[in-house]
């Protein structure tokens, strides 16, 4: 009889990191898919890669203000109700970008709805999991966000032959549809670990109060790293496919660099992810950086089709990594106790640099019919990332305050 609450509280764990990992596939299965409506857009309407990219951006913001939001409800009342609501939010409007004709109906769709969906699945279940493991945060974390990557792997290809087989409205209203069937689903598995008091706050949770954490010099280098990452990993993901494209690339080779790269980011999140258990976030975010600046540099240099596909795959290790660490750190450097808000305002950080790069990437080729600046443009953002991380001092957990 004894046994049998451990056996649960064992099912309840599997549960929520199964429930984590669907939300993540989905989630940005749905994002990256995204690049693969770019040309019907442009042929359809005549709209430009810079309209197109800072829709997105539009949504990264909004998620990055929302993150914060996320987080603290996420803290006080659990993650389930708080991904079922954005869950649905963001599949509707990929049903929505089926009946668009104008600009603005673009930007409201992601502003309103896309990104209200993106804002939550990386703060609530990432915060959830970091309360649920205590030593083997790190690699439970990479576990998750292999969803991440498992998803740009499987989504865009099947989006690509939704296109093919039907029209490409059809498409986006059927993975909309499925979208939300899998969110819901994924959401209802979730549960929070950290018992909580009448009023709905976490109690016994050990680590530093946010008022206190916010002043801290290292949580604010921490932003500021989260940013110059960030703006990368928001913009090759949605400029890859259509710059794969421009190199003479069919669609549907071109959608298979999203395939690439989520493979080698899942190389890169579960190593990653062992190493912050091992050696801390500080080195894990060094290693992070150099696959990521050295891609870079190259995809500013080449131009034929298939070195494109070994550049990728460098690039999706560090890629990967970078998905992986966020959390863990902050836990190492803050511990538990305002970890949702505390890594939501990290996420605003990185949302906004995601704002950023992807109208940076379109603008830059409307205005030169290459991406090349961009590359190098975010080559150096994530040198200064670098140079920050180095100045780091060592990771730890830190005590209950």
């Given at each position: 009889m004894l046994k049998l609450p451990v056996i649960g509280q064992i099912d309840q764990r599997i549960l929520t990191v199964l429930g984590a990992f669907f939300v993540q596939f989905m989630t940005i299965g749905l994002l990256f898919a995204y690049g693969l409506f770019f040309k019907n857009f442009e042929v359809?309407?005549?709209?430009?890669?810079?309209?197109?990219?800072?829709?997105?951006?539009?949504?990264?913001?909004?998620?990055?203000?929302?993150?914060?939001?996320?987080?603290?409800?996420?803290?006080?009342?659990?993650?389930?109700?708080?991904?079922?609501?954005?869950?649905?939010m963001g599949s509707a409007g990929y049903v929505l970008l089926s009946q668009i004709t104008e600009p603005w109906h673009l930007v409201v769709v992601f502003g309103l709805f896309i990104g209200v969906g993106l804002a939550t699945h990386d703060v609530v279940t990432l915060s959830t999991i970091a309360k649920l493991f205590d030593k083997r945060r790190g690699i439970m974390t990479a576990v998750v966000k292999v969803g991440t990557a498992t998803g740009q792997m499987a989504v865009p290809p099947a989006a690509a032959i939704l296109i093919a087989l039907y029209d490409w409205r059809l498409a986006l209203i059927i993975l909309g549809i499925g979208g939300a069937v899998v969110l819901v689903s994924a959401a209802l598995l979730m549960?929070?670990?950290?018992?909580?008091?009448?009023g709905g706050q976490p109690t016994n949770?050990?680590?530093?109060?946010?008022?206190?954490?916010?002043?801290?010099?290292?949580?604010?280098?921490i932003c500021i790293i989260q940013f110059s990452f960030f703006t990368t990993l928001a913009t090759i993901p949605l400029h890859i496919v259509i710059h794969g494209m421009d190199l003479g690339m069919s669609g549907a080779v071109a959608a298979s660099l999203l395939s690439v790269m989520g493979g080698a980011s899942i190389i890169g999140r579960v190593?990653?992810?062992?190493?912050?258990?091992?050696?801390?976030?500080?080195?894990?975010?060094?290693?992070?950086?150099?696959?990521?600046?050295?891609?870079?540099?190259?995809?500013?240099?080449?131009?034929?089709?298939?070195?494109?596909?070994?550049?990728?795959?460098?690039?999706?290790?560090?890629?990967?990594?970078?998905?992986?660490?966020?959390?863990p750190t902050i836990a190492q450097y803050f511990g538990l106790k305002a970890h949702g808000k505390l890594f939501g305002l990290v996420l605003f950080f990185g949302m906004f640099g995601g704002a950023f790069g992807p109208i940076l990437g379109g603008r830059v080729f409307d205005m030169t019919g290459s991406y090349g600046p961009a590359f190098l443009t975010l080559a150096s953002l994530a040198t200064v990332g670098l140079v920050l991380a180095l100045r780091l001092p060592a990771t730890h957990e830190p005590a209950e305050s």
């Amino acid at each position: 009889m004894l046994k049998l609450p451990v056996i649960g509280q064992i099912d309840q764990r599997i549960l929520t990191v199964l429930g984590a990992f669907f939300v993540q596939f989905m989630t940005i299965g749905l994002l990256f898919a995204y690049g693969l409506f770019f040309k019907n857009f442009e042929v359809e309407y005549g709209w430009s890669r810079t309209l197109l990219s800072s829709s997105m951006s539009i949504a990264f913001f909004l998620s990055g203000v929302l993150a914060f939001f996320g987080g603290y409800l996420s803290d006080r009342f659990g993650p389930r109700l708080v991904l079922i609501v954005s869950g649905l939010m963001g599949s509707a409007g990929y049903v929505l970008l089926s009946q668009i004709t104008e600009p603005w109906h673009l930007v409201v769709v992601f502003g309103l709805f896309i990104g209200v969906g993106l804002a939550t699945h990386d703060v609530v279940t990432l915060s959830t999991i970091a309360k649920l493991f205590d030593k083997r945060r790190g690699i439970m974390t990479a576990v998750v966000k292999v969803g991440t990557a498992t998803g740009q792997m499987a989504v865009p290809p099947a989006a690509a032959i939704l296109i093919a087989l039907y029209d490409w409205r059809l498409a986006l209203i059927i993975l909309g549809i499925g979208g939300a069937v899998v969110l819901v689903s994924a959401a209802l598995l979730m549960k929070s670990p950290v018992a909580k008091s009448t009023g709905g706050q976490p109690t016994n949770v050990p680590g530093i109060p946010f008022t206190e954490a916010r002043k801290s010099v290292v949580f604010w280098m921490i932003c500021i790293i989260q940013f110059s990452f960030f703006t990368t990993l928001a913009t090759i993901p949605l400029h890859i496919v259509i710059h794969g494209m421009d190199l003479g690339m069919s669609g549907a080779v071109a959608a298979s660099l999203l395939s690439v790269m989520g493979g080698a980011s899942i190389i890169g999140r579960v190593t990653v992810g062992g190493l912050i258990d091992r050696i801390g976030g500080k080195r894990a975010l060094i290693f992070c950086f150099l696959p990521l600046i050295a891609s870079l540099v190259a995809f500013s240099a080449i131009s034929v089709p298939w070195m494109l596909f070994v550049c990728v795959a460098v690039y999706g290790v560090g890629h990967g990594g970078f998905f992986t660490v966020t959390s863990p750190t902050i836990a190492q450097y803050f511990g538990l106790k305002a970890h949702g808000k505390l890594f939501g305002l990290v996420l605003f950080f990185g949302m906004f640099g995601g704002a950023f790069g992807p109208i940076l990437g379109g603008r830059v080729f409307d205005m030169t019919g290459s991406y090349g600046p961009a590359f190098l443009t975010l080559a150096s953002l994530a040198t200064v990332g670098l140079v920050l991380a180095l100045r780091l001092p060592a990771t730890h957990e830190p005590a209950e305050s």
